[in-house]
Every structure is written in structure tokens, then in C-alpha cells.
């Protein structure tokens, strides 16, 4: 079937169109990296709401100087290390796949959208308005208006800094000790101690 006589597939036939021998739930194939039809499995529904509310719930602790705000950001991500802190608000898709390090700083305005798992290492310094995006979409149009999606990892290393703005595309490492230049777009994976900036972001000197 070619593009012009293709109509797009009513959400409830995509599964069954696209993973006929897949015996696994759109929220298995999500985690596993694989494609998947997004919007379409309740668990991943529940766990979705259940981190906006988290987030807003921090974000309104923070605001009324409640000391112990971070009980929220506690329930909210996979896992955080000690005397690290996330200036709220940020903004997440799921927030269990987020696993922060000890000792890291992240500013304001994060968007994480952990569909798979998303890395950062000890003593980071993350500027404000970062985005980590996990989620890739088809290049051809027919899946991806059927809502196709997977998504690729992002692993963040030991002592990086992020400057503001700065985006990390799905499937990216940044190796320890790596600085990020403001606004630099990383498509690629940064080797360790080096300074790099761009879009795309490429590598200027070592440290």
C-alpha cells in the first residue's frame, strides 16, 4: 500500500496492525526501546498523571517554603542521590525512568521526557531550560500519524555541566567532566573532558 491509498489507522486496529506477532503491551515495547503505539496503555496513562501531579505538588511545596518539599521530588523520579536538588518546576513524561546522582544542581525549567531511562551522574551542574529528550518518531509519515514512537537513553557522566538551554537529543552519553556550551543542540555522544558547543554540538578543545 503506498502513501496516497493509505488511510491512517483507527487507534483501537494499530496495535494489532503494526505488532501482530508482538505479544507484549505497547508499555513493554515503551520500555524496552522498542516502537510502540503512544497514548494507547493505561498503566503508562496512570503513571504519567501521577507525575504532573508530583511535579505541581513540588513546584507549590517549594513556592510555600514547605521544608520538606522534597518528599515529593523523592516520589517522583527513580531515584536521587544525597545533597542533590531540582529548582522546580520541571516537567517530566513519566518521571520513574530519572536516576540523579549525588551532589548534582539542576536549575529551573527541566524537561525530561523519560520514556526510557535518563542518567545523570554525580556533581552536574545543569543549567535552566535543559531539555533531555528520550522519544524518537518515524521519519516515514504513514506510522508515524499512526503514532508510532520509541525512544533511546541518555546518560549524563559524573561532572558535567550543562549550560542554559542546552538540548540532549535520545540516545546521547556525555562522558564525565564535559562541559556543554549554552543553547548547543548534542546529537552525538560527547567523549569525556571536553568543552563543546553548537547545533550540532561538536567538540572545541579538552581540559
Not at 539542576?106 to 521526557?113: D, P
Not at 531539555?131 to 516515514?140: C, G, N, Y
Not at 499512526?146 to 525512544?151: C, G, M, N
Request: some cysteine.
Amino acid at each position: 500500500m503506498n502513501e496516497t491509498q493509505h488511510q491512517q489507522i483507527p487507534a483501537e486496529y494499530a496495535e494489532e496492525h503494526y505488532f501482530q506477532n508482538d505479544p507484549r503491551t505497547n508499555r513493554e515495547r515503551m520500555l524496552a526501546g522498542d516502537f510502540y503505539i503512544s497514548g494507547d496503555d493505561a498503566d503508562s496513562a496512570r503513571i504519567s498523571q501521577q507525575g504532573f501531579t508530583l511535579c505541581d505538588e513540588y513546584y507549590r511545596a517549594t513556592v510555600n517554603a514547605d521544608p520538606n518539599a522534597g518528599r515529593f521530588l523523592k516520589q517522583l523520579v527513580g531515584s536521587i542521590g544525597e545533597d542533590s536538588y531540582v529548582k522546580p518546576p520541571l516537567f517530566v513524561d513519566y518521571g520513574e525512568n530519572i536516576h540523579i546522582g549525588n551532589r548534582t544542581f539542576i536549575n529551573m525549567n527541566l524537561t525530561a521526557l523519560d520514556v526510557v531511562t535518563i542518567t545523570i551522574g554525580d556533581d552536574c551542574n545543569i543549567g535552566p531550560n535543559v531539555q533531555l529528550l528520550t522519544p524518537v518518531h518515524p521519519i516515514d509519515p504513514i506510522p508515524r500519524r499512526d503514532k508510532l514512537e520509541a525512544a533511546k537513553p541518555i546518560v549524563i557522566g559524573d561532572n558535567v555541566w550543562l549550560g542554559g538551554g542546552v538540548i540532549v537529543c535520545p540516545g546521547v552519553t556525555i562522558g564525565n567532566n564535559s562541559v556543554i556550551g549554552a543553547g548547543s543542540v548534542v546529537t552525538k555522544d560527547i567523549p569525556a573532558n571536553v568543552v563543546a558547543v553548537g547545533n550540532p554540538c561538536r567538540v572545541i578543545r579538552t581540559i
